[in-house]
Every structure is written in structure tokens, then in C-alpha cells.
């Protein structure tokens, strides 16, 4: 399995076009971990998230990405035969689903690893569907999946903060054809929502739609201890990944999970039209 995604992933990368330039020739100094396991529904997009954010850390010299389809990584354990634990690691990329192999030691290495250690946590997409029982979990992302009432559609998007980065890539709306998720135990109060959808262009007379408040945030970022986290429901749809300003967008991002940018998480209140 590990072997067949590297070679799947080696060929994205070279399939996938280097819009962005290199900003160093040295090497990269940040280290990037990507876990792309999945114990539930297996999202096909997961491979291209994998090639896009390797190849733009990469382009730019500014990380290395390490690509794994298990969480064995997940540990400030010493791990055998020189493999990298924890504290190998700036930030932890999940494109994930359902309950993962973790124990308890793990669960708790990857909240120390944000929460104490002022690491970076991104959750992309069905991050949101992992761990649901796991309410430490829950908290540090900032919620759960509720339902896509929408399917995959073109879906209106109001930027809520462009100073954020890799916000400003994006006018102040939009539309995007992705699958958007309805948020539950999310509040404003935990998160600063960067993008979310104009409930004023949506059916909220939809099966399955269960938000009164009509607040439906896609893009989030939060503190969580000394560390970052960052949640960016976009990504179901594979050719999202493959757009140049959601590729811009990734780049200043993962920078911030790391701690190189700076951008302010302080919850704000939902901006009045």
C-alpha cells in the first residue's frame, strides 16, 4: 500500500504544474507530516492533496513533506530503524477519516505536540469526520462534520478575513465547485473563521440542513495552547487542489502552521452584511 501511494504520489508531482518559484536554493529547514489515512470513506482526493503540498513545499524550498498512509509517526517515542517521530515535525497535516490506528499515548503526544509544544495542526476537509468520539480531539480542531445538505456544488464563499494568509489570493466572494461541510459543536467564540458560505445563496430549506443560526464556516484558524491550528474544509473535489490560488493559498498557510508568517487567531464575531 505504502509503496503504491509514493509511486502515485511521485507521478501527481510531476504531473502537477510548479506555478509558484522557488524562494531558496537551500535546504529546507521546516518539516512538514502528512497523514493520509483513511477508516472510512476513502476520499480519491487525498492523493493529490498529498502530491500538491509536497510539490509546493518543495517548489519553494521552504519544507520538506512526509507523506504516510498510517500514524506510526504519532509518537515522541524513539522509533526503530532511524524512523522520524514527533519531534521531527513543525506541523501535521490530516486528510483523514474515521477512528485512526492511535492509542492513548499517541492521542495524547499529538495534543502535547500543539498544545505544549507550539507545533501546527491543519485539518483538511474530513478531518472533521475523524476521531468523533475523541472530544480532546473535537476541541483542538474546532468541530465536527454535521451533513454536506449541498452535495458537491458551486458553492458561494464570503471571505471573512483576507489580511489571514493566504486569504488575500481570493476576492471578497466567490464561488468554488466543492463539497462543503455543515459544522456542528463549532463556535465563534473558540475560532476565527476566515471563509465561510453566503447563507444568502444557499438553500436552507434543504434536507439535512440544521443550522438556524446560518452560520456555516469552511476555513478556520484557532490557538490551541502555544500551537496553531487550522481547518480548511475545501478539498473534496481533486481539481480544487489543482487551481492557482488555492495552491497560493496552501503555501502561506502551511507557513503559518509553522510559525515562519504571522496571522492573528483570535476569535471574532460573524461580520455584519
Known sequence: MKTRLCWMVALLSLALPETLPAQSTGKAQRNLLFIGQAKGYQHEAISTAMATLYNLGRSSGLW??????????????????????????????????????????????????????????????????????????????????????????????????????????????????????????????DVRVLLSLDANQIDLARKGVKRVDKDFAVIWAKNYGKGRVLYNGLGHVQAVWERPDIQKMWLEMIQWSMGLIPGQATPQPKPIP
Open 64 to 189: 520538506n513533506t512526509h507523506l504516510r498512509t498510517d500514524c506510526g509517526a504519532i509518537t515522541k517515542k524513539p522509533l526503530k530503524w532511524e524512523a522520524k517521530n514527533l519531534d521531527a515535525y513543525d506541523a501535521i497535516v490530516f486528510f483523514t477519516d474515521g477512528d485512526l490506528d492511535m492509542d492513548a499515548s499517541q492521542k495524547a503526544d499529538l495534543l502535547s505536540f500543539v498544545r505544549d509544544d507550539g507545533k501546527g495542526f491543519i485539518g483538511i476537509h474530513s478531518a472533521a469526520i475523524t476521531f468523533t468520539s475523541w472530544q480532546e480531539y473535537g476541541q483542538m480542531l474546532g468541530g465536527y462534520f454535521d451533513g454536506h445538505p449541498w452535495g458537491q456544488f458551486q458553492a458561494p464563499m464570503v471571505v471573512e478575513d483576507a489580511q489571514f494568509p493566504g486569504m488575500k489570493n481570493f476576492p471578497a466572494t466567490f464561488t468554488i465547485f466543492d463539497e462543503i461541510y455543515q459544522i456542528k459543536d463549532f463556535s465563534r467564540k
